[in-house]
């Protein structure tokens, strides 16, 4: 215990040094003495302590791990085992909150990168229409010449009237205008597409980077799993024979074999609940990875997207075979959610973008961070009407069901639905 306190001391006293130290980058990125480039540097400085300071708490954590799935369950006090299920509870909440966050950072870098391929394509699309319009006006000038003095007069000798000859000369003009226009707006396509390019190399290296960093989050997160199951079978087996201890006393101390039942059975309790988790996990496997990247489709009504238009599908239907007729809402663009944050949460730019979700009523998500604005969740309706309670047929339906399809609850909202129960 000493040691352990050693070690936490020696974080704090790292935390606050580093802390003291980012307190500074941030006032010098504040003030106006700093220029861009060292400004690029002091930030790169401070991310660099940010991730040096949870490597160091990651590193701690693994180390309580180990050392409470070294404590022997057979023989240990009662509260020695309490706390090392704790702690290797504890550890596992922390990777899945780890796997979570690289999952979020995947997606963010999935959306990136299909924000800029489709904003590629729009760019080079544009590229084609001016190219033929280029091409169209060289056909013009093949046909009828492009040399301006030459032409005017051409057009003047050939003309009716001087009125005429006016008229051709301003036509040749304008001509020239789109010519020079055009060009222009070529270079600027040109340039644009080298820039998107550039922009999509790095997106997709930051997509793979944060691939390969959720694989290993998610290897992390199987190894604490691993350890904390190894555990709770060894105390199993120790509950098993201190319950057995616990009868063959019962006729000798009641009060000894009673004291022995209740710890026994608060051990069930922590026993069953990591159980319950881990059944959780195993059914959320087996659902395929939703990455929220792509198209917006209608699946029933519903408009959803198309990566998880599959599997809203089948949900519906086998709500349906089951008697429940469900509909609802699902995506909704970015200028939706901003009207949504005006009437929920205030009219002021503060309160639309940076006000915390749950001080608004209902609570709110920022723009941007609403599963609905990337046609991951859906707000169920049954018959028509929305599902605000969760005593009807419908919410325990879907609360049976829904996660075989992928789909979770967010608590506070009986009808709203998504991949992540955000």
Not at 154 to 182: C, H, M, W, Y
Not at 321 to 334: E, K, P
Not at 401 to 416: Q, T, V
Request: glycine share 6%; with cysteine; proline share 2%.
């Amino acid at each position: 215990m000493t040691t352990d306190r050693h070690e936490r001391h020696a974080l704090f006293a790292r935390r606050a040094f580093a802390l003291t130290g980012l307190l500074t980058v941030a006032l010098l990125l504040g003030s106006g003495n700093v220029r861009a480039d060292e400004k690029d540097d002091l930030k790169r400085e401070a991310e660099a302590e940010i991730d040096q300071l949870r490597q160091e708490r990651k590193e701690l954590e693994i180390a309580r791990a180990v050392q409470a799935a070294a404590v022997d369950a057979t023989t240990a006090e009662f509260e020695d085992i309490t706390a090392a299920l704790d702690t290797l509870n504890a550890h596992v909440t922390a990777a899945e909150q780890r796997v979570e966050a690289a999952k979020q950072a995947v997606d963010d870098a999935a959306l990136a990168l299909d924000s800029i391929e489709q904003q590629e394509t729009f760019v080079q699309d544009e590229k084609v229409l001016v190219e033929e319009g280029l091409q169209d006006l060289a056909v013009g000038w093949y046909v009828n010449g492009r040399d301006t003095e030459s032409s005017t007069t051409l057009t003047a000798i050939d003309a009716e009237s001087p009125t005429e000859a006016a008229v051709k000369a301003a036509l040749f003009k304008v001509r020239i205008g789109q010519e020079v226009n055009l060009v222009d707006r070529l270079h600027e396509l040109t340039d644009d597409l080298s820039f998107i390019s550039d922009n999509r190399a790095r997106a997709l290296k930051e997509a793979t980077g944060r691939g390969v960093a959720l694989e290993l989050t998610l290897a992390e997160l199987e190894a604490a799993r691993e350890i904390q199951q190894t555990f709770a079978i060894e105390v199993e087996e120790r509950l098993d024979a201190r319950l057995a201890e616990a009868s063959a006393l019962a006729a000798v101390d009641s009060e000894l074999a009673q004291r022995i039942r209740n710890e026994q059975n608060q051990l069930a309790v922590k026993l069953r609940e990591i159980a319950r988790k881990e059944e959780l996990a195993r059914r959320a496997a087996l659902v395929p990875r939703i990455v929220g990247t792509g198209e917006i489709v209608s699946v029933g009504g519903v408009r959803v997207h198309r990566s998880i238009s599959d599997n809203v599908l089948e949900l519906l239907k086998a709500a349906r075979a089951d008697g429940i007729v469900l509909g609802g809402g699902g995506y909704r663009s970015s200028t939706s959610q901003i009207a949504l944050r005006r009437a929920h949460c205030g009219p002021s730019d503060y309160e639309v973008y940076n006000k915390p979700a749950a001080t608004c009523r209902p609570p709110t998500a920022r723009p941007g961070h609403s599963m609905h604005e990337r046609g991951l969740a859906i707000d169920f309706t049954a018959d028509g009407r929305a599902i605000v309670n969760r005593n009807t047929a419908a919410f325990r339906w879907l609360a049976n069901n829904a996660s075989k399809y992928g789909f979770y609850n967010l608590p506070s909202e009986p009808w709203h639905w998504s991949t992540n129960g955000r």
